[in-house]
């Protein structure tokens, strides 16, 4: 149980195009998710909180007018990483946890990003 | 403030070694501590955890304990593999988000 998805896995866009990622929750409801960036070496950057049917609450620092987030149901939520540059390229990792996973978060498998 | 602390890297063992990653949290109250592991291209799964003090997290020969008297999660295995080659993050949760450790790279060799 507690399986999350990510897709696409990777994603190779052009400069000032629009990229969208899916992360879903497969075998729960997901209350909370959370979208994280990965710099190569380096430990997960959290991004946002999106709470379903709510807006998402973004960290000090990330524009959110850049990272459109959208959590629309108990099982979906969506990055778009809108006029993409190359120094978006990263890794963006979603999680998931329901309304008792005891501050456990589900990992999903991450998205390659990269902008030419 | 509320963070994690771990072994800076990389950590470079052979087959069948003794392995220690030290961990330490700052926290208010009695945060859930984790242990996750990324292996090459992947995203995090989760490792073990321990939810309060005392408590023992275990899982594929790894164990770490809930020490509230020193703020810790170490996390050890007595016998390392090749295949636990990766990176390692420790993580403390609470209101809702989870703070990372800055991750261990662990290379195991035969």
């Known amino acids: 149980g507690a399986v999350v998805s990510q897709h696409p896995s990777w994603v190779i866009c052009k400069s000032g195009t629009s990229v969208k990622i899916e992360c879903r929750s497969l075998?729960?409801?997901?209350?909370?998710m959370f979208w994280y960036r990965q710099f190569p070496k380096q430990s997960l950057m959290l991004m946002a909180t999106s709470n379903e049917g709510s807006k998402a609450t973004y960290e000090q620092g990330v524009e959110k007018d850049k990272f459109l987030i959208n959590h629309a149901s108990l099982t979906l939520s969506t990055l778009t990483v809108t006029s993409a540059h190359p120094e978006d390229s990263s890794f963006y990792i979603c999680s998931a946890r329901d309304w008792d996973s005891y501050n456990e978060q589900f990992f999903g498998p991450g998205t390659r990003l990269t902008v030419l | 403030g509320n963070s994690v602390t771990q072994m800076e890297g990389p950590v470079t063992l052979s087959e069948e070694a003794f392995l220690t990653i030290n961990c330490t949290y700052t926290a208010t109250g009695y945060p859930s501590l984790f242990w996750y592991v990324q292996y090459p291209g992947e995203g995090l799964q989760l490792l073990l955890k321990?939810?309060?003090?005392?408590d023992k997290g275990s899982n594929k020969g790894f164990e770490a304990t809930y020490r509230k008297e020193t703020t810790s999660f170490h996390l050890e295995k007595g016998s390392v593999q090749v295949s636990d080659s990766a990176v390692y993050f420790c993580a403390r949760g609470g209101a809702q988000k989870l703070v990372f450790g800055q991750g261990t790279r662990l290379t195991i060799n035969p």
């Open positions: 321990a939810t309060k003090a005392d």
């Open positions: 075998d729960f409801q997901a209350t909370t």
